[in-house]
């Protein structure tokens, strides 16, 4: 996942390239065509017939209703992970003594897949959309922090010294040398954050909401694009799983390029490649 | 003069040394004092909340001492212990999963990520497919995969190994792609062919980048893996954490948990280490230049 | 000495009328504009301009790394690149020391020497190694065959790279900007440092550079060129004899030389600056 974020940053999509996507994506496009019409696609459905089933979806006002709810957890979990994270980072970055002891811990919990907290979650959030929001937090809450602390680190100490010895106190240091230094490695982490926060908050819904006996809400409250993924397979509709698994494709794609523009738009001073 | 190697000294003899000398730094710094400080407060706070002060959504949750003692039990209440056959079964399953999952996803990744660095017509053509099914995430694949192929092992298998292959073929990619120009210039000049400088220069330039996205993978590998085993799984270590809950066995939830962080880190440490072990030159870099 | 000794010089470059446009972006840019240029077989040629005038193109268009718009450019009678044939093809013959170091990282100094001779199939692994032990020691780099590149200094690094060059008997070093990241000092060890290789192992060595002090030093001809598109606007032959050391630079002769030159640079300097022109 962390990957993401550097490779997005290459410039591409030039008009060459936009002709050889289109031709490769449009062949293969035609092939699982032909093999889903003779049947050899495993029960996987035809493009044509995932298309007709994405046009009624759009008329259907629970295909939308599933977007906002997971898109509203996305922003739920990823906005608290960004201000608690980057304030945890920062923090750290600034005295030693927190990240000595906080750190160690950090990096104990860090390995521990999001989502097996969904059970912990569960248990402790008095409810699903809660300990949803907990997962998605989680999710995104690690990348910022690391990355706003090697940002922070990061910063060349001569900047610091250039500022103090044109006569700045410790809070213009801060504010002025620290903040802006790190801005570049957050955006970067909350770019790639975002893309875990999908990531997981699919696997949430399947779990809690689709899941057999998690949640209990079942279908009105448990909701969300992974959710209409679950319930698809579970009814047997299988075009509407690959709507929804593009609907999420889609999601995520455009949420972190716009986090990623945004990034760029707040840090004109980093080169463009 | 200049000409002296600051790396040529002898290194074995040294070494012993140099971490005796290390451990003595280390334990001289508060690092290590500030670390159980910070251990302790994390251990007491959830003994004291779940246990002593009763907080309220505390409450539920299964106490410090309850996993602790279940886990290093011989007669575990909840059934899984350091000494029960079935708590190394169910790590075994996963990793063997994973491990399954990453050794595909590296033959695989590895080289289509060198062909979409090295040829730029095969990036064209084929790198669009490659990116359009990137954003999809891996744990939206798991009813596909149960459809397709007809079980849940083989589809628990599947979303482990697609993350795990994304990120080890882009990286590879990014790493051939991040290779100087003038290396592969000063190659042809010598003489090399496309073939040698692709032995000689673009897998040896690449490999950083590709441990990399090996490390990345197996992360994400564990990261998938806990899902599809909660989802379909029938062991393993999601399966210990998910039916911990449905059966209210709550200490195994967070045995379970623990033991996928370990069984994670020590998974990637190992990759970090063959790393180290195979680019001595770039780890040398690293340590000379800062 | 210990490379087989080149009896009948050879190396003579001829470079005809050439130029370079690019072409990026629809807007074309002129960097090398009719150029002419002969260079004698084991002639130390040196070209100075500002920075991003074009002279790295002309360097890359004789090692065979871009192509050239007209013209020609030969090699000892050899069309490298000209008519019907617009990009010669790298080879062994002209070995391009290049501006920041190009060794592997990944290869010890040994293994980095030994690599042109090896993938060449032109010798074993036992030979290369026996040459490539007896030019280092001429070098004075015996004690650093089995550490990387990135242990070693910069100005050994550019050693290590001449050698590497001088491995493959070359008729022409490339040589571009190659001193450029140090500092004065060992600038100066690694001039005479080249001129002792140079005396040892004779090949014309093309060597482009902005620094006017370093190119009447070594060369025996000193190519003033102009800014942005490229070509020659002064050539200046240095009659100070060979061998020189650092006491040359003092001599009367030397600052005749610099004083001649000096106008010609740095109107082109200036030329450079006022159109913008900044390092690239």
Same mark, same amino acid.
């Given at each position: 996942m962390a990957v993401t974020a550097t490779l997005a940053a290459k410039g591409h999509g030039r008009g060459s390239d936009l002709v050889g996507a289109g031709l490769s994506i449009g062949s293969v496009l035609i092939l699982w065509e032909v093999m889903a019409a003779a049947d050899l696609t495993a029960g996987v459905p035809a493009p044509t017939a995932v298309l007709a089933a994405w046009w009624n979806l759009l008329f259907d006002g629970g295909y939308w209703q599933s977007w906002y709810l997971s898109a509203f957890r996305v922003a739920a979990g990823f906005f608290a992970a960004l201000v608690l994270g980057v304030l945890l980072g920062l923090a750290m970055v600034v005295s030693r003594t927190l990240y000595g002891i906080t750190f160690p811990i950090f990096e104990v919990l860090r390995p521990i897949p999001p989502l097996a907290w969904v059970p912990a979650a569960i248990i402790f959030w008095p409810t699903t959309e809660l300990s949803i929001a907990f997962i998605t937090f989680l999710g995104a809450f690690y990348t910022i922090v690391i990355n706003t602390l090697d940002g922070g680190r990061a910063i060349d100490q001569r900047y610091v010294q250039a500022a103090l010895s044109m006569g700045a106190s410790r809070m213009n240091v801060f504010r002025r040398i620290v903040l802006p230094g790190t801005l570049p490695s957050v955006t &970067?982490?909350?770019? !790639?954050?975002?893309?875990? &926060?999908?990531?997981? !908050?699919v696997a949430a819904e399947m779990i809690s909401g689709g899941g057999s006996s998690m949640g209990g809400s079942g279908g009105g409250t448990g909701g969300g694009l992974g959710f209409l993924i679950w319930n698809s397979y579970t009814g047997g509709s299988y075009e509407q799983i690959i709507v929804g698994m593009l609907s999420i494709g889609i999601a995520g794609y455009l949420s972190s390029g716009l986090l990623r523009r945004f990034g760029q738009w707040a840090t004109p001073w980093i080169g463009r490649r | 003069m200049e000409m002296v190697a600051s790396g040529a000294i002898g290194r074995e003899d040294s070494r012993l040394a140099m971490i005796r000398r290390r451990l003595a730094l280390s334990l001289r710094s508060p690092a290590p004092y500030l670390a159980l400080l910070g251990f302790a407060l994390f251990l007491g706070f959830w003994h004291l909340a779940v246990e002593v002060w009763q907080l309220p959504r505390f409450r539920a949750m299964p106490s410090l001492g309850a996993v602790v003692g279940d886990w290093i039990s011989r007669?575990?209440?909840?059934?899984?212990?350091?000494f029960t056959p079935e708590y190394y079964a169910h790590i075994w399953a996963s990793l063997r999963r994973v491990l399954l999952a990453f050794a595909l996803a590296t033959a695989l990744g590895v080289p289509l990520g060198m062909a979409f660095g090295w040829s730029p017509a095969f990036r064209r053509y084929v790198f669009p497919l490659f990116e359009i099914l990137r954003p999809i995430p891996a744990l939206a694949w798991v009813p596909l995969a149960i459809v397709m192929f007809h079980g849940t092992e083989s589809s628990v298998r599947f979303i482990t190994f697609l993350p795990a292959f994304f990120a080890t073929a882009l990286n590879t990619m990014l790493g051939v792609s991040s290779i100087d120009e003038s290396y592969l210039r000063a190659a042809r000049c010598l003489g090399a062919s496309r073939w040698q400088t692709f032995r000689h220069v673009v897998v040896p330039g690449a490999m950083p980048f590709i441990f990399t996205g090996l490390q990345i993978s197996i992360g994400v590998a564990w990261f998938s893996?806990?899902?599809?085993?909660?989802?379909a799984g029938e062991f393993g270590l999601g399966y210990v954490i998910y039916t911990g809950y449905t059966l209210v066995t709550y200490p195994t939830i967070v045995i379970g948990m623990v033991t996928l962080g370990l069984v994670g880190y020590v998974s990637s440490a190992i990759i970090r280490l063959v790393g180290r072990r195979l680019m001595q030159w770039h780890a040398r870099n690293l340590g000379i230049e800062g | 000495m210990n490379t087989p000794c080149l009896s009948r010089p050879r190396g003579a470059i001829r470079i005809q009328d050439v130029v370079k446009v690019y072409d990026p972006h629809g807007a074309a840019v002129t960097a090398v504009d009719h150029c002419t240029l002969d260079i004698a077989p084991g002639e130390i040629c040196m070209i100075v301009g500002p920075s991003g005038c074009g002279k790295t193109s002309l360097l890359n268009a004789i090692a065979g790394f871009h192509d050239i718009t007209s013209g020609a450019i030969y090699l000892d009678d050899r069309l490298l690149c000209g008519p019907g044939r617009p990009q010669s093809e790298p080879g062994a013959d002209r070995v391009v020391v290049f501006q920041n170091g190009a060794l592997f990282p990944w290869k010890t100094v040994l293994d980095n020497i030994t690599f042109g001779p090896l993938v060449q199939g032109r010798s074993t692994l036992r030979e290369a190694r026996e040459k490539a032990?007896?030019?280092?020691?001429?070098?004075?780099?015996?004690?650093?065959?089995?550490?990387?590149?990135a242990q070693l200094s910069s100005g050994v690094r550019r050693r290590v790279e001449i050698v590497r060059a001088l491995m493959n008997d070359p008729s022409v070093l490339l040589l571009d900007e190659p001193y450029r990241a140090l500092d004065s000092l060992t600038k100066s060890m690694m001039h005479e440092s080249l001129l002792q290789t140079y005396y040892r192992n004779k090949v014309t060595i093309f060597f482009i550079t902005h620094d006017l002090e370093e190119a009447i030093f070594l060369g025996d001809k000193v190519v003033v060129m102009t800014s942005r598109p490229c070509r020659p606007k002064k050539i200046v032959t240095v009659d100070i004899p060979h061998p020189r050391d650092h006491n040359v630079l003092t001599s009367r002769r030397f600052r005749e030389l610099m004083d001649e030159t000096m106008s010609a640079v740095h109107e082109e300097a200036q030329a450079a600056f006022a159109a913008g022109e900044r390092e690239g």
């Open positions: &970067t982490g909350a770019a !790639v954050g975002m893309g875990i &926060t999908w990531e997981v !908050v | 007669d575990p209440i909840y059934g899984l212990s350091l893996l806990v899902a599809g085993e909660m989802l | 032990r007896a030019l280092m020691a001429d070098a004075g780099l015996a004690d650093v065959e089995s550490s990387y590149p």
